[in-house]
């Protein structure tokens, strides 16, 4: 409990607070360009997006959410650890300054990430103790989001130690499957619900490790950057303890722009802050991508990472800093493979078109060759080499969802969807 607890309040607390002459979201937004799809008409409008955190005190007053309180954006509130209706007073700030990142709004001054989003909010963490019944009750809360409707659960809590008697995590047990708190995750990513969390806030700590709900292989777990794209300091490494990726992606948790209870705009540190910047990349490619599935969107997010062709868990990047544009591309070409089965679907480097048994693939221009085909689970894992081919028997493959990395002879590679 003390050492989370001591980075809660650090990062909601040791702010630096500045004059509001500026567009305090420029750089958290830039760095994941979601410029981009805010110019394409992308906001999150109609996803609905559900926040467990600590509280959010102030809430139902401050300016940074008006714009979503009148636009009758706040869908429902819940504390369960009272098991009452939420209070926006002497609860916490922490779900204050994440659910900011993505719902704030003042014109000139503050953009969320996904500012058109509908919000919920559930309190699942009490800051008086660190005990396991916080995390029953964020499994709790899954059951009220899904009831509630959410698409996404974005969660900025990290749980290793705590308090004496309840027993602490080791590394063994960041598997995906020994906590409570990471099985209810993966519970609700197999609802269909995109889940988004923080890798942790241990990378200068004897534990530098990832932190739980992080490790639960459905969901995508992002690391803190710097507004450069530079891994800060704070953020954990990876892998998982059965050897995954994680983090996933990265996105500014360093100085990035949070709202305070009292209203003031500051400064903070934490992937805490990158997460739910994140969450409202999806929301809004969510938007722009109705029919896409939770594990589509995730998978195109990955993909979009600055570091997709060479990860780095141990380095704690994962597929590096998030590119909402470049995501907002590949779904719009998963879009076109699903819809058009059995015709070739043709991008600059490759075209390919799956029938029933065969997926038939081919470089652009002619002249290239394929020198070989990688295949893969969607979650980047199990890869197969298939060596001088240029289709691959899909009656061989169980039903799902697949990856391919189409080497070609230029060096380049080409990454394919499809799904059986």
């Not at 995508?220 to 998982?240: C, L, N, Q, Y």
């Not at 059995?342 to 799956?354: A, D, E, L």
């Not at 979650?379 to 070609?408: A, W």
Request: aromatic letters at 10%; hydrophobic letters at 35%; proline letters at 3%.
């Amino acid at each position: 409990m003390i050492r989370y607890t001591i980075v809660i309040l650090v990062l909601a607390f040791s702010t630096i607070c500045f004059g509001q002459n500026e567009n305090w979201t420029d750089q958290q937004l830039e760095l994941i360009n979601m410029d981009c799809l805010h110019e394409r008409g992308f906001t999150g409008k109609g996803i609905t997006i559900a926040h467990l955190d600590d509280g959010c005190d102030g809430c139902d007053e401050i300016e940074v959410f008006q714009y979503a309180r009148e636009k009758g954006y706040w869908k429902g509130n819940y504390d369960f650890v009272l098991d009452t209706t939420l209070a926006f007073n002497n609860l916490g700030s922490h779900g204050t300054a994440t659910i900011s990142i993505v719902h704030g709004n003042i014109e000139g001054k503050y953009t969320g990430v996904a500012y058109d989003a509908n919000v919920l909010v559930a309190r699942t963490e009490n800051v008086a103790s660190e005990t396991h019944q916080e995390e029953k009750d964020w499994r709790d809360a899954v059951d009220w989001c899904i009831a509630n409707g959410a698409d996404i659960i974005t969660s900025s809590l990290q749980y290793n130690t705590f308090d004496k008697g309840e027993g602490d995590f080791t590394y063994e047990d960041m598997d995906g499957k020994s906590t409570i708190i990471t099985n209810a995750a993966d519970y609700a990513a197999s609802k269909g619900i995109i889940v988004v969390t923080i890798q942790g806030n241990f990378g200068a700590d004897p534990w530098y490790y990832l932190s739980a709900p992080g490790d639960a292989d459905s969901v995508i777990t992002v690391g803190a950057a710097r507004k450069d794209g530079v891994k800060a300091r704070f953020s954990g490494f990876g892998p998982s303890y059965d050897g995954r990726m994680k983090p996933d992606v990265m996105a500014m948790g360093q100085g990035t722009a949070v709202a305070n209870p009292n209203g003031t705009i500051s400064r903070g540190n934490g992937t805490s802050y990158a997460a739910p910047a994140i969450a409202g990349l999806m929301a809004c490619l969510k938007q722009a991508h109705p029919e896409r599935t939770n594990m589509q969107l995730i998978t195109a997010v990955r993909q979009s990472g600055d570091r997709y062709r060479n990860p780095s868990a141990k380095e704690g990047y994962g597929y590096g800093t998030a590119d909402a544009c470049l995501a907002d591309e590949i779904l719009t070409e998963i879009d076109k493979s699903t819809h058009q089965k059995g015709s070739w679907i043709v991008t600059p480097s490759v075209r390919y078109k799956q029938r029933k048994r065969i997926m038939q693939i081919r470089p652009i221009p002619d002249d290239l060759k394929v020198e070989k085909l990688v295949l893969k689970d969607i979650f980047e894992n199990n890869p197969i080499d298939l060596l001088n081919k240029k289709s691959i028997k899909l009656q061989d493959l169980d039903p799902g969802d697949y990856l391919v990395d189409v080497h070609l002879s230029d060096s380049s590679i080409k990454t394919i969807y499809f799904k059986i």
